[in-house]
């Protein structure tokens, strides 16, 4: 069977939602037994979103073979339990990029390089292979809104595709946006009409269109819709807010979205087997219990900048039968005086991850104070690093203990930059751009990890080697490896050669662990990743 293709676009305004829409999109399509994959198209200038700032561009996703992407591709993982890679993510940087190089390199053969057909072949180069293990549907999701001028090069390129590739094996769908005016009590269509006018005056008419809304839309609605967009009456479709995001393929499947896909595309009729979802919404709808948990960062006014966090989190509550608040704590509002004011009303304290020296020490102060009130604790990469620094400095007594990120002069740089290590092994780095000065000195990916027995961290994984993703530069010190658990932290998972901490853990503690990798990045509704499950059971066990 040949690859069918599936490309969402926006209109009227951003964070409508493509991502999840895609992601449930692709559900349905895997659940009637269809290999699927997705692909986020990104119209920004940046080559990946590795050195973007969370408070513009949310969380940055890390992939198995160290992408550094869109956090789209996070609820892409979630949904289909199917590992992403760099080729699922592209952006406009990395197309002219590739364009630019080629052109260095003369594969132009001295010709103008222009924005149709150079940039263009290339971005459909880039679709044409996210279908590398022949799935039956590749879904293409093109961030931004029609209109914009970043974003042209893409919706020009997937217009072209059709020709190529053949209507039966193309589609066009997209999500808009229909208000509801609450003082009028009524919803009004004219923004979705001017979005669909912007996209068939670039040539692309879409074959469905999916409308966000507050309310359910009536059918009158659906019909005008239709008619102003010139799309068949039963094409339109509401997607309507729903109060959890793993509600969305099942109220997707109500509306018969995915019958109207099958049909349009000619896939296999099969009806879709839904029962795990069936399952996993019943189970969010009946948690017995509920605990709060308080996230200690720096990026805490948004929230997407934790999204993959956030959801790891859901995940390990209904594993435990739990509803989990989440508690935000901005650290730099954290100091000595103030720490029972914030803890007060939580059970649980994670420390995520996050770059640069604000807000440091207010986490270092949250570690310590989870420790000496065994309160359970989970520290994430950075997490996992501030926890090593308030044992140094306050179990080991190791004055002015730091990481060389923060104090280059500390005489007891507990976490510092392993040039040896990166010089050795530069070959292993997965990074797009390899001459990146970001990026050059970054662990990212997947890396192995081995488990000491009897410990919490391999009791939760129930096994001793696993392989868990990172994005960081500096590491634990093996220095003070001995010091270190002589007083009573273990290292409880290190590297295969012994030579990268990975997971550091307190043997007279209710459930204290600090990992330097990051495992959000690896867990599912339907597959709860471990030491998220476990924490979650330890902060039910102690309230």
Known sequence: MKTKFIF???????????????????????????????????????????????????????????????LDLGHYERYLDVPMAQNNNYTSGSIYYEVINKERRGDYLGGTVQVIPHVTDEIKRCICGVARNQEHVALVEIGGTVGDIEGQPFLEAIRQLRYELGKENVLYLHLTLVPYIRAAGELKTKPTQHSVKELRSLGIQPDIVLCRSEVDMEESIKTKIAMFCNVDPDAVFSAVDVKNIYEVPWAFYNEGLDQKIAIMLKLPAKNP????????????????????????????????????????????????DAEVELVHINAEDLAEGNLQDHFRDVEGILIPGGFGTRGIEGKILASGYARENKIPFFGICLGMQCAVIEFARSILGLEGANSSEFDADTPHPVIYLMTEWYDMRNQCLQTRNSNSDKGGTMRLGAYPCRLKPGTK???????????????????????????????????????????????????????????????????????????????????????
Not at 8 to 24: D, H, N, Q, R, Y
């Open 8 to 70: 969402i676009t926006g209109g009227v305004l951003s964070s409508l939602g493509k991502g999840l829409a895609a992601a449930s999109i692709g559900t349905l399509l895997q659940s009637r037994g269809l290999r699927v994959t997705i692909q986020k198209l990104d119209p920004y200038i940046n080559v990946d979103p590795g050195t973007m700032n969370p408070f513009q561009h949310g969380e940055v996703y890390v992939t198995e073979d160290g992408a550094e992407t869109d």
């Open 273 to 320: 087997d839904l029962s795990k979802w069936r399952e996993l919404l019943y189970a969010m709808d009946n948690l017995k219990h509920k605990v709060r948990i308080g996230i200690v960062g720096k990026y805490v006014d948004l929230k997407e900048s934790y999204k993959s966090l956030h959801e790891a989190l859901v995940h390990g509550g209904v594993a435990n």
């Open 457 to 543: 961290a391999q009791a939760a994984y129930g096994e001793t080697d696993i392989s868990e993703r990172h994005r960081h530069r500096y590491e634990f010190n093996n220095a003070y490896a001995g010091k270190f658990e002589e007083a009573g932290m273990l290292l409880s998972g290190v590297s295969p050669d012994n030579s990268l901490v990975e997971i550091v853990e307190l043997e007279d503690h209710p459930w204290f662990v600090a990992c330097q990798f990051h495992p959000e990045f690896q867990s599912n509704p339907m597959r709860v990743h471990p030491l998220f499950r476990d924490f979650i059971r330890s902060v039910c066990e102690a309230s």
